[in-house]
């Protein structure tokens, strides 16, 4: 899967190297716990791993 998301509107997400907005996600895939995704900037090509976890507010 292969899609482009404007992260920073969407989760507040910059790059960790160079700060920009505008990231693409390059796959998603589920875990146990939540969603792990492969992130890659698209003003200096850094790519990273954001983990989004399941929260119970019970």
């Not at 907005?21 to 939540?34: F, M, N, Q, V």
């Amino acid at each position: 899967m292969n899609f482009h998301q404007p992260a920073a509107s969407l989760h507040g997400l910059l790059c960790p190297k160079c700060q920009s907005p505008d990231l693409r996600t390059l796959e998603t895939r589920p875990t146990a716990s939540g969603v792990k995704r492969r992130r890659q900037c698209e003003t200096c090509g850094h790519r990273f791993t954001t983990v989004e976890k399941v929260r119970d507010d019970r």
